[in-house]
RNA sequence: UGGCUUAUGGUGUAACUGGCAACACGUCUGGUUUUGGUCCAGAAGAGUCUAGGUUCGAGCCCUAGUAAGCCAACCA
C-alpha cells in the first residue's frame, strides 16, 4: 500500500488526469500491436512493459493484437514466436486479435468515406505522387485524380478489391490536404493493390489497408482506452486522430470511447542495435545461428543465454518511461540478470582453463566425497557432495610463480584454501618445451578440511580457488559470449553502415572440466560457476555432450585493477574511447569548482588547466565566452586557457575582447585579476 | 527554407501546485566473507543546454537562441 509514493512516470499522469476527468476504470484498456514479420526483443520489453504493465497496475485488460496488414512480410512463424515470448515474460493478455479481423469493416467505412468524398481512388505512379508530395519544407500539391466522381470512385474501389487490376494501377487515398504541414496529411494511401497471400484471410482480399488507416481504427473497434506507442509515432497522431473523428460520426453508438494516442521514447541498449530490419540481416547473413542466438538482443536471444523473465521485466521498470532519446547502459541489464541469478542458481565448481594441481602428499588412489553448500543465499537449497582426490585440475589464472601481495591465489610457497577442501601450499611446476606449466606441485594440510571446525580448518589464508578432480570431472562444452558490435551505438553512425562494427570475436568455444553432479544437468538449468559467472544449459546440450551458455560473468573487482594484464582485446578499445575525454571538458569542470577551492588547490587547478589548454583549439574555447555570468570558475578557467592561447600565438578578435572586458568590470575579485593579466598579453 | 519533439552527475529516471536537486546502475574507499561474488558502511561525481525575463525564491513559468531526434515507403 506504500507504493503509491512512487512517483508516476508521464503515462501514469496521464491516465490519472483522465480518470479525474471522468474516466471511468472500467473502460481502460490497453494493447500491445506487434507486427509479426521478425522476433521480439529487448526493446519490445519495454513497450510490453508499459502497456501490460498498466494493465496489472489499474486492473484493465490488456489485448494482443497483430498488426497483419502487409502480407508480404508477415508469417505464422512470427506470430508463434510472439506469443510464446509475451507468456514467458509472464504477462497474460485478454484477447488474441489481429487486425486482419477487421478488413470488412474498415472496407465499409471506407466505402463511406467515398460516399462523403473524403477519399478518391488515385491512378498514378509512385514516382509521380510521390513528386506530388512535396518535402518536409515544401508544400504538396493536388494530382489530376483528386477530383474524381463519386461514382467513379466507388466503381474502381470496387473493381479494385474485386482483382479486376494489378498491383500498383490505383490506390485509395484520403483526401485530407496536400499543403498539409504535417506530410503525413498529404492525402495519405488507405487501400494498396496487393495479390499476396495472407497467412490469416488467404486470398479473400486483394486490397490491404494501410498501417495509419488500420491502426487507429483497430484501437478505435478494441475500444481502447491508450494507445502507446514509440516516438517516431508522434507525427502520426494527428492523422491517427482525423481517421478517428470521422470513423466515429459513423459509429458512436456501437463504439462510443475514442482512444487516446500517446508516445514514449524506445529503448536503445549500449553496444547493440535493436531495428528488425537489421536483426533480421544478422540471420540472414549467418553472423548469429538464428534469431535467438544467444547474442541477439531478442528476448529468444535473451532465454536462451540464461536470462530470466524476473530480470528483464525488472530492468525495463528500472530504466522507467520518458519522452528522450536513451542508450541504456548494457551493465545496468547485467546488474539486474545477476540479482536474480545469485539468489536462485545453485553453485558449482567448473574450471574453464585447466592446469593440472598434484598433491604430493595425498595417498595415491584415495578419494573423499565432501560437502558443498549449494547456495549460500538461499538455506532452503541444501549440500551436495563432490569427489576429491590427489589430482585436480584449477584454473591457470589462479596461479603464479611469483606474485606480490596483492595477488590472493596460488603462488610459490604460498597457501590457499581449495573450496570445501583443504588448505594447500604450492611447491613446484612442471613446464613443457615452450616455457607453459603443466604441472603444480602442493602438499595440503590433512586437518584443514572445511567445516570440520579444527583449527587448521579455521585458519586464514588469503585466497580460496575453486577445482575440480581429474578422476571424476565431466568434460562438457562452454560457449563464451562477447558483445557483438565494438561501438556503443552501432547504428547512429551516418557514414559507417552498423556491420562495420562486428566483433568477430564474440563467441569463444571452451572446453571446459565440470564436477560430476552436472550430468543430471537438464536444458535450461541456470548454475553459478564459482567464482566465474553464469551459466545455462543450452538446447544443443545432450546428456552425453553437456553444453553451457554463459549468462553473464560475476562482476569482477580484481581484473580491471591490472591494467598491464588486460589482454588488449577489440572490445575494450571503445570503452577507453568513451573514458578518455576532451580536454576543454576537463578544464570546464576544473572551473566550476574553482573558486571553492582553497588556494593551494587552486594553484594546482590553475596548472592543471594551462596544462590542458594546450590541447584546446579556439573552436572549441569559443563558445565557453557565452558562459553564464553566475558561473565565475567557469569564466576564470576560460580565461585561463584563453592565456594561454594567446601566448601560443591566436591573435585577438572582436569576441576576444568583449570577453576579457566583461572580465574586468565583474564583481569577482578573482575573475578580474585573471582579465587584468591577460589584457596585458 | 518547414513542422513536431526533447534537453537534469558517466548512464537512466525523479523532484507534487515554483521552496535544501533525489533514486538506481556505474566508479572509488573501508568492513564482513571458505566465491576478489553476495552483504554492510561510506565517498566522489550536477551549478539542471545558453542568454534574458517574471518572482522574496525558477530544474519547473515566459521570451529568444543552441544542440539532438523524428517527418518526403503502395512498411509498421
Known amino acids: 500500500m506504500s507504493e503509491d509514493k512512487k512517483s508516476l512516470n508521464f503515462l501514469e499522469q496521464i491516465i490519472e488526469e483522465d480518470l479525474a476527468n471522468g474516466l471511468d476504470k472500467k473502460n481502460l484498456r490497453f494493447r500491445f500491436p506487434p507486427e509479426p514479420n521478425g522476433y521480439l526483443h529487448i526493446g519490445h520489453t519495454k513497450a510490453i512493459g508499459i502497456s501490460f504493465g498498466l494493465g496489472e497496475k489499474y486492473n484493465a485488460p490488456v489485448n494482443l493484437r497483430f498488426d497483419d496488414t502487409n502480407p508480404a512480410k508477415e508469417e505464422q512463424e512470427y506470430v508463434d514466436a510472439i506469443k510464446k515470448d509475451v507468456s514467458w515474460l509472464g504477462y497474460s493478455w485478454d484477447k488474441e486479435l489481429y487486425s486482419s479481423d477487421y478488413f470488412q469493416q474498415l472496407y465499409d467505412w471506407a466505402i463511406l468515406f467515398i460516399k462523403e468524398g473524403k477519399a478518391y481512388v488515385d491512378s498514378q505512379s509512385s514516382e509521380a505522387m510521390a513528386e506530388q508530395k512535396g518535402t518536409p519544407t515544401q508544400p504538396g500539391i493536388d494530382g489530376p485524380y483528386r477530383n474524381r466522381s463519386v461514382e467513379e470512385n466507388l466503381e474502381l474501389f470496387n473493381q479494385m478489391k474485386n482483382g479486376l487490376f494489378n498491383e500498383g494501377d490505383h490506390i485509395l487515398r484520403a483526401k485530407i490536404d496536400m499543403k498539409h504541414p504535417n506530410m503525413l496529411m498529404r492525402d495519405p494511401i488507405m487501400y494498396r493493390i496487393l495479390k499476396k497471400h495472407h497467412h490469416r484471410t ?159 602428499n595425498y595417498t595415491e588412489g584415495k578419494e573423499e566425497w565432501l560437502e558443498a553448500e549449494n547456495n549460500p543465499e538461499d538455506e532452503s537449497a541444501g549440500f551436495r557432495k563432490i569427489p576429491f582426490s590427489r589430482e585436480l585440475y584449477i584454473e591457470r589464472d589462479d596461479f603464479k610463480e611469483e606474485a606480490n601481495s596483492k595477488y590472493f591465489r596460488l603462488s610459490l610457497g604460498n597457501e590457499v584454501r581449495l573450496k570445501n577442501a583443504y588448505i594447500i601450499k604450492a611447491h613446484s611446476v612442471i613446464k613443457d618445451d615452450n616455457n607453459t606449466i603443466t604441472e603444480i606441485h602442493c602438499t595440503y594440510d590433512a586437518d584443514s578440511l572445511s567445516g570440520t571446525g579444527s583449527e587448521a580448518s579455521l585458519r586464514k589464508v588469503k585466497g580460496t580457488l575453486h577445482w575440480v578432480s581429474t578422476k571424476h570431472a565431466i568434460k562438457a562444452d562452454v560457449r563464451e559470449y562477447d558483445r557483438l558490435f565494438m561501438d556503443e551505438a552501432p547504428d547512429s553512425h551516418q557514414e559507417i553502415d552498423f556491420m562495420e562494427f562486428i566483433n568477430p570475436d564474440s563467441l569463444k568455444l571452451i572446453n571446459a572440466f565440470v564436477e560430476p553432479s552436472l550430468a543430471e544437468a537438464k536444458v535450461g538449468d541456470r548454475f553459478q560457476f564459482q567464482r566465474i559467472g553464469y551459466f545455462n544449459v543450452d538446447y544443443d546440450s545432450k546428456p552425453s555432450h553437456i553444453i553451457f551458455n554463459k549468462t553473464v560473468g560475476l562482476r569482477d573487482s580484481w581484473t580491471k585493477k591490472k591494467p598491464e594484464e588486460q589482454p588488449q582485446n577489440i572490445a575494450s578499445t571503445p570503452i577507453q574511447n568513451q573514458v578518455q575525454r576532451k580536454a576543454i571538458d576537463v578544464i570546464q569542470q576544473l572551473g566550476k569548482k574553482f573558486t571553492n577551492l582553497p588556494e593551494a588547490k587552486q594553484l594546482k587547478a590553475k596548472k592543471d588547466i594551462q596544462e590542458l589548454a594546450k590541447q584546446v583549439s579556439y573552436e572549441e574555447l569559443e563558445p565557453l565566452f557565452g558562459t553564464a555570468t553566475k558561473k565565475v570558475g567557469t569564466r576564470i578557467a576560460t580565461m585561463i586557457t584563453l592565456d594561454v592561447l594567446l601566448k601560443g600565438g591566436l591573435k585577438k578578435n572582436a569576441q576576444i575582447e568583449d570577453f576579457i572586458e566583461k572580465a574586468l568590470v565583474d564583481n569577482e575579485p578573482l575573475l578580474v585579476a585573471h582579465a587584468k593579466a591577460i589584457s596585458l598579453v
Not at 536503445?268 to 531495428?275: D, E, G, P
Not at 530470466?308 to 540478470?337: H, Y
Not at 542458481?345 to 582453463?353: G, N
Request: proline letters at 6%; a positive charge.
Open 202 to 360: 488467404g486470398n479473400t482480399w486483394c486490397i490491404y489497408p494501410m498501417y495509419d488507416w488500420t491502426h487507429g481504427e483497430s484501437d478505435y473497434i478494441e475500444q481502447i482506452s491508450h494507445s502507446l506507442c514509440s516516438l517516431e509515432f508522434k507525427p502520426h497522431r494527428e492523422l491517427y486522430n482525423w481517421f478517428k473523428n470521422q470513423v466515429y460520426q459513423y459509429s458512436k453508438e456501437t463504439y462510443p470511447i475514442l482512444p487516446k494516442q500517446r508516445e514514449f521514447a524506445r529503448l536503445n541498449l549500449s553496444y547493440t542495435i535493436m531495428s528488425k530490419r537489421k536483426l533480421l540481416k544478422l540471420v540472414e547473413d549467418r553472423i548469429v545461428n538464428g534469431w535467438d542466438d544467444p547474442r541477439m538482443p531478442t528476448i529468444s536471444g535473451l532465454r536462451r543465454r540464461g536470462y530470466t523473465p524476473t530480470a528483464i521485466r525488472k530492468f525495463v521498470e528500472t530504466v522507467g518511461v520518458a519522452k528522450r532519446d536513451n542508450v541504456i547502459d548494457v551493465s545496468l541489464l547485467e546488474f539486474c540478470i545477476r540479482e536474480d541469478l545469485n539468489k536462485t542458481a545453485p553453485r558449482v565448481m567448473a574450471v574453464l582453463d585447466p592446469v593440472k594441481l598434484i598433491i604430493s
